[in-house]
């Protein structure tokens, strides 16, 4: 149950030991006696699969046609830039990275607000209004989908 690569070294020649060992978990096997450069390149190639080839997090998300600069919160699209608020930014990089997904109201607050017992539910609505009169400025008003009763979802139009 964990993501840390499994090595074995054994002695054993079988080819059932290896099945087993594989089949127990193990990422690679290897057999005594073996060579030193071997092993080390043998465990450099699992650290490097195991963990350089994670998915870095990046500061601009593309969402149909346009940028999201998260560093700097706006929004461009064919020349025109639109400065978000830190909630207009945080509302659309949820239902965009949602991916074509309901978000429930009380989940954007949860996440927007932590503690929902301070929030007004008209404190949402107010804040997706406003996203999407900057949204029409580049034509993407319509990308942003109210689904009555269930929530709010970023669309790919």
């Known amino acids: 149950m964990s993501k840390v690569p499994i090595l074995f070294l054994s002695s054993r020649e079988h080819p059932m030991d290896m099945v087993m060992a594989m089949t127990m978990g193990a990422d690679d096997y290897i057999q005594k006696p073996f060579n030193t450069d071997v ?50 930014l945080f509302i659309l990089v949820v239902l965009v990275q949602a991916k074509d997904k309901i978000i429930s109201r009380y989940d954007l607050i949860r996440k927007l607000w932590d503690d929902e017992r301070f929030v007004n539910d008209n404190t949402l609505t107010a804040n997706v209004t406003g996203l999407r009169r900057k949204l029409a400025d580049i034509q993407l008003e319509e990308a942003l989908v109210t689904k009555k009763g269930l929530g709010y979802m970023a669309i790919t139009l």
């Open 39 to 88: 092993l080390l390149a043998k465990i450099q190639a699992l650290l490097r699969r195991t963990y350089a080839y994670k998915e870095k997090a990046t500061d601009i998300i593309e969402w149909n046609r346009a940028l999201i600069d998260l560093k700097r919160s706006v929004i461009r699209m064919e020349g025109i830039e639109i400065e978000l608020t830190k909630n207009e």
